[in-house]
Every structure is written in structure tokens, then in C-alpha cells.
């Protein structure tokens, strides 16, 4: 009697063992609707075009070989697809409970630290594009590098506070007037003088 049970569940056994299973990612094709993978799971079962489920707004192009978690749906090889893939040798380490991170391979990160603190560090440039960009601070914001460009027009509605010179290539200007019409002003005029008589005016 047993033996004819354990010949109707060997089939059952099989795929409850099939279910659920780990390997690595061979090849990845990330330009199809859903990424997908060539995974190699048991020694020598390679299996093609193994759809990667990722979450809505997040996708990634694993370097290397990276591991696999894999559900066969219905126990059947053929329908398997993959939950998540993972590469140890990149993961960041050391993040406090409670904290978030992004990172490469390459060494950029977008770190969601404890205490409100977000930590962006890419390691040669930082590129945002957008009709508008709002940067709203309760303090200050620091920016520590050796030279800023900004190639449209800049308005400051607070004082301007400089440690070194100030230069422009064209008027400079307050509510006033401009500097060219100080000047104008300036060279037109004499002045007298205690010991001498008035100052000649610029020509």
C-alpha cells in the first residue's frame, strides 16, 4: 500500500521540490517589456527567456553573475519566473535599522539616512533635468566645489554675501544706477580742494 502512495505523490513531491528554487543569471535581455533572463538552476539546467518581475518603477541591469530566486509556477520548469535577482558582491553594508539605499557597481549611491539626512554621491557628475527645479531649505544649502557654472539667469532674493571679488563682463548695476553711469558721473565733475583750486574733470 505504501509503495503504490509514494508512487502516486512522487510526481506531487516533484514539483512542491521544483516550486521554489536559487541560481544564477547567465545572460540578462533588459530591452523586452519584461526584463528577461537565462538562468541556470539545478548543474546543467539552463533555462531561457525566464521573465524578471520587478516592482513598478524600479528596474536594474544586474553586472556579473548575479544570483537568482525562482518560482516555478505549478511546480512546471517551464513556467518559471524570477522574483528577485541579487549580486553580494555590491550590496552596501553597514546601514543603520530603518535606512534605504541605491548603488552601482560603480560606487554611486543615494543613501536615505537616519535623522532626515539624504546622502547623494556620485562618483564623477550629477545631471538633473526639468522645467523647474525647487530646492526648498529650512537652515541652508552648502555647495562645495572648485567652480559653478549657470548658464541662464540667476536671481537672489537676499544680500549677496562674497569673500572674494566680484567680476562681470557686462553693466553692473544697483537700485541706483550702474557702475558705467557712476562713472560717467564721477569724471564729469570738479571738485574744490582746501589748498588747491577745483580739480579738473576727466576727459
Not at 569673500?163 to 548695476?173: D, E, F, P, T, W
Request: with cysteine; proline share 5%; net charge negative.
Amino acid at each position: 500500500m505504501m509503495r503504490l502512495i509514494n508512487i502516486a505523490l512522487k510526481p506531487l513531491r516533484r514539483k512542491v521540490r521544483q516550486l521554489v528554487s536559487r541560481g544564477v543569471v547567465t545572460l540578462i535581455d533588459p530591452n523586452q517589456l519584461m526584463q528577461t533572463l537565462q538562468v541556470e538552476l539545478l548543474k546543467g539546467e539552463v533555462l531561457d527567456d525566464v521573465e524578471h518581475f520587478e516592482p513598478y518603477g524600479f528596474t536594474s541591469h544586474a553586472p556579473g553573475e548575479p544570483e537568482v530566486l525562482t518560482v516555478s509556477l505549478n511546480g512546471q520548469r517551464s513556467h518559471t519566473i524570477a522574483l528577485v535577482v541579487a549580486n553580494r558582491l555590491f550590496r552596501l553594508q553597514g546601514l543603520a535599522n530603518g535606512e534605504i539605499a541605491i548603488n552601482t557597481d560603480e560606487g554611486d549611491v543615494i543613501h536615505f539616512k537616519r535623522g532626515n539626512h539624504i546622502l547623494i554621491d556620485a562618483m564623477t557628475k550629477i545631471t538633473a533635468k526639468a522645467p523647474n527645479v525647487d530646492i526648498i531649505a529650512n537652515t541652508k544649502v552648502t555647495m562645495t566645489t572648485p567652480h559653478c557654472d549657470i548658464s541662464g539667469k540667476l536671481t537672489v532674493g537676499e544680500t549677496i554675501a562674497a569673500v572674494g571679488n566680484v567680476s562681470s563682463a557686462a553693466q553692473m548695476s544697483d537700485a541706483t544706477g550702474s557702475m558705467q553711469s557712476m562713472r560717467d558721473i564721477y569724471d564729469s565733475h570738479g571738485h574744490p580742494d582746501l589748498n588747491t583750486p577745483p580739480t579738473e574733470k576727466m576727459n
